[in-house]
């Protein structure tokens, strides 16, 4: 895969596993990335972000004091936040549908199951750089725009997934599923990225 572009893309990885943070570092120095920051929590991560502008963020969902989901939401929507478009993709061995479903409407931009292969952590990036979805603002939450493009008469649906498709809230997602749910318009056949590695 040709990754050359990575090169210019600040990230920071934010995890409280110190290993997992090596393998997240190493598949990007993999893909070429050389600017990369790291934080053991949300808290840390929000400090680094007042002197480092990442311009994508890799994340853990459970992390201490401040987890994954807190620090979403503190990007997103707090006045304090140094950017809050930042795109965000979050690293959970969690893929149970429910979490999944919360971490999206948290303003999460992608998520990855663990465990994260080369590919799968680079083909969530691509869809962040490549297919930005705009963002948008509700009552409740700021964040990517989770509606299907607009069709007909200038009207918008979202996809409503075929009930013997949809996990159970407790059910873990194979990473097409997730695909398919962070990215409505990525597969109009209900069908999603080729493969469930990561």
């Known amino acids: 895969?040709?990754?050359?572009?990575?090169?210019?893309?600040?990230?920071?990885?934010?995890?409280?596993?110190?290993?997992?943070?090596?393998i997240i570092r190493r598949v990007l120095s993999a893909l070429h990335a050389e600017q990369v920051r790291?934080?053991?929590?949300?808290?840390?991560?929000?400090?680094?972000?007042?002197?480092?502008?990442?311009?994508?963020?890799?994340?853990?969902?459970?992390?201490?004091?401040m987890d994954g989901l807190e620090f979403t939401r503190k990007v997103r929507l707090s006045r304090d936040s140094p950017n809050v478009f930042t795109p965000i993709v979050m690293v959970?061995?969690?893929s149970e549908?429910?979490?999944?479903?919360a971490?999206?409407?948290?303003?999460?931009?992608?998520?990855?199951?663990?465990?994260?292969?080369?590919?799968s952590l680079f083909d969530r990036i691509q869809a962040v750089?490549?297919?930005?979805?705009?963002?948008?603002?509700?009552?409740?939450?700021?964040?990517?725009?989770?509606?299907?493009?607009?069709?007909?008469?200038?009207?918008e649906e979202r996809r409503v997934a075929k009930p013997a498709m949809v996990p159970a809230p407790d059910h873990p997602m194979r990473q097409s599923e997730v695909n398919v749910l962070f990215?409505?318009?990525?597969?109009?056949?209900?069908?999603g990225d080729k493969g469930d590695t990561g």
Not at 1 to 17: G, P, Q, R, S, W
Not at 41 to 63: R, Y
Request: proline share 7%; glycine share 8%; net charge neutral.
């Open 129 to 155: 750089i490549e297919r930005p979805r705009p963002f948008v603002r509700l009552k409740s939450y700021f964040g990517p725009d989770r509606r299907r493009k607009t069709v007909g008469r200038g009207e």
């Open 92 to 94: 959970s061995g969690h």
């Open 183 to 191: 990215n409505p318009d990525s597969a109009p056949d209900g069908g």
């Open 38 to 65: 790291e934080a053991s929590d949300g808290e840390d991560a929000l400090q680094i972000m007042q002197t480092f502008a990442p311009d994508i963020i890799i994340l853990d969902w459970e992390m201490k004091p």
């Open 103 to 119: 971490a999206r409407d948290a303003g999460v931009n992608e998520f990855v199951v663990k465990p994260i292969s080369a590919k």
């Open 1 to 22: 895969m040709a990754v050359k572009y990575l090169e210019d893309v600040k990230f920071l990885i934010v995890d409280d596993n110190a290993f997992m943070r090596t």
């Open 97 to 101: 549908r429910g979490r999944v479903v």
